[in-house]
């Protein structure tokens, strides 16, 4: 690995010999002040963090999202700002993609992942499920735990322990809608708008079987005593005409076995949820779910 290929704090950098100022900026270029990564270098992920980390220095520690993307978060969105948590009496500001947050974190807050200082996986479920809005913090839960593996005991014993922070009634309120097994966020969303409005909590990720014994599809939600079945179509995956037309023959076969099949989008969920509700409602009084 030659200087560059990843961030580095360019004041104490050794420049070798016969490398003049001029070179170094015309062959780095500036991250942060500072910091420096070769001009020839592609950015992800890890560069961002590592870059702010430096910038920030050694006694602060990733946090939020940041940090559950080093638990191995699913669904994150490389856009997002690197959270850093520094002392209560640090300065907090978001700049340059940086958000400095100020926390009091305790020695057993903080774990090592990858030479990095991150937040535990239980603070960084604590942090992220008190922040509003609660259907996104429900989703960032979900990912979080199914990719930690994270006790919900622990986390439960977390909370009680750590009562007065801003947000604990929200935290406190989700940990009993918490599934892991939810593979995307917007499919948490969803569970989550089904049961604000009083309908029977769906079963998430549901096998069924065909006449053969074969295990031939996964519903997303539903209802299996029911044969409900609710599907989220995500635009990057359900949009392409070989996935409609699988999606068409998988829904011909359920229904051939009895189910009833709800898809749900991003835009119904969002602009029709009353029509979305009632439709679901409406499969469940049919097949006697309130008798």
């Given amino acids: 690995m030659t200087l560059g290929d990843t961030p580095f704090w360019g004041p104490d950098a050794p420049r070798p010999e016969g490398i003049t100022r001029r070179m170094m900026e015309r062959n780095f270029r500036r991250m942060h002040r500072g910091v420096l990564v070769s001009s020839t270098k592609t950015l992800g992920p890890l560069d961002l963090i590592d870059a702010a980390l430096l910038r920030a220095g050694p006694s602060a520690a990733l946090s939020g999202l940041s940090a559950a993307f080093l638990h191995g978060l699913s669904w994150y969105d490389d856009d997002s700002p690197i959270e850093i948590s520094r002392h209560p009496t640090g300065q907090g500001r978001c700049r340059g993609g940086i958000r400095v947050v100020r926390a009091d974190l305790a020695p057993d807050d903080v774990t090592i992942i990858d030479g990095r ?120 995956f359900h949009d392409s005409a070989d996935q409609m037309a699988r999606d068409a023959a998988r829904d011909a076969k359920l229904q051939r076995l009895g189910w009833i099949m709800v898809r749900v989008n991003g835009e119904r969920m969002k602009d029709e949820p009353e029509d979305l509700l009632s439709e679901i409602d409406r499969h469940l009084r049919d097949r006697g779910a309130y008798r």
């Fill in 117 to 236: 200082r991150v937040t535990t996986a239980v603070r960084t479920a604590y942090d992220l499920g008190r922040r509003p809005p609660r259907w996104r913090a429900l989703g960032h839960l979900d990912d979080l735990i199914n990719a930690t593996g994270l006790d919900l005991r622990v986390l439960w014993r977390y909370i009680v322990g750590n009562p007065d922070m801003r947000g604990i009634r929200q935290i406190r309120e989700l940990v009993p809608h918490i599934d892991p097994t939810s593979e995307s966020p917007p499919e948490s969303w969803l569970r989550l708008l089904i049961v604000d409005a009083e309908l029977p909590r769906p079963e998430s990720q549901i096998w069924v079987t065909d006449e053969s014994g074969y295990e031939f599809a996964r519903i997303d939600l539903g209802y299996r005593r029911f044969k409900i079945g609710i599907e989220f179509d995500g635009a990057d």
